[in-house]
């Protein structure tokens, strides 16, 4: 008979780069970890609720107030190191959001909701840095 093996399954959240006028929208966390720090817009998932890119369109809402459609998103990568986020294994999936509408608010847990220049941005909770830097290089390769 086989052994069972009973496994850990980590956590799932979605994070969102919503671009205006060449900069973009980052929330400051009311919550912790990281209070007080930057951040992208994000959450996580509500499991056996509801899948990725909706949770990413409840997230935006909830702490941004801007609307977005599932079919403007897009993937931009998925980050999965297991030290991510101190609060354990975390597995964020990045999305552009592409198309939004809605007056921007913060709400939620984002303290504050701010918008910031790509090229001087402040100092960014979990791993969000490092998305934003392969969203420029994404951008370089859209701007044709």
């Known amino acids: 008979m086989p052994t069972k093996i009973d496994f850990k399954n980590p956590a799932a959240t979605s994070s969102m780069i919503v671009e205006k006028d060449n900069q973009i929208y980052l929330v400051?966390?009311?919550?912790?970890?990281?209070?007080?720090?930057?951040?992208?817009?994000?959450?996580?998932?509500?499991?056996?609720?509801?899948?990725?890119?909706?949770a990413a369109k409840r997230e935006l809402k909830e702490e941004t107030h801007l609307i977005a459609r599932i079919e403007?998103?897009?993937?931009?990568?998925?980050?999965?190191?297991?030290?991510?986020?101190?609060?354990?294994?975390?597995?964020?999936?990045?999305?552009?959001?592409?198309?939004?509408?809605?007056?921007p608010k913060a709400g939620d847990d984002a303290g504050e909701l701010r918008?910031?220049?790509?090229?001087?941005?402040?100092q960014i909770a979990f791993d969000h840095g490092e998305v934003l830097e392969k969203y420029k290089i994404w951008r370089l390769k859209n701007a044709r």
């Open 28 to 54: 400051k966390r009311k919550h912790p970890p990281y209070v007080g720090m930057w951040a992208l817009p994000g959450g996580f998932l509500e499991c056996d609720k509801e899948c990725l890119e909706v």
């Open 72 to 103: 403007d998103l897009e993937l931009l990568c998925v980050n999965s190191s297991p030290t991510r986020d101190p609060r354990g294994h975390v597995i964020d999936h990045l999305y552009i959001v592409k198309k939004y509408s809605g007056i």
């Open 115 to 122: 918008l910031f220049p790509l090229d001087n941005l402040p």
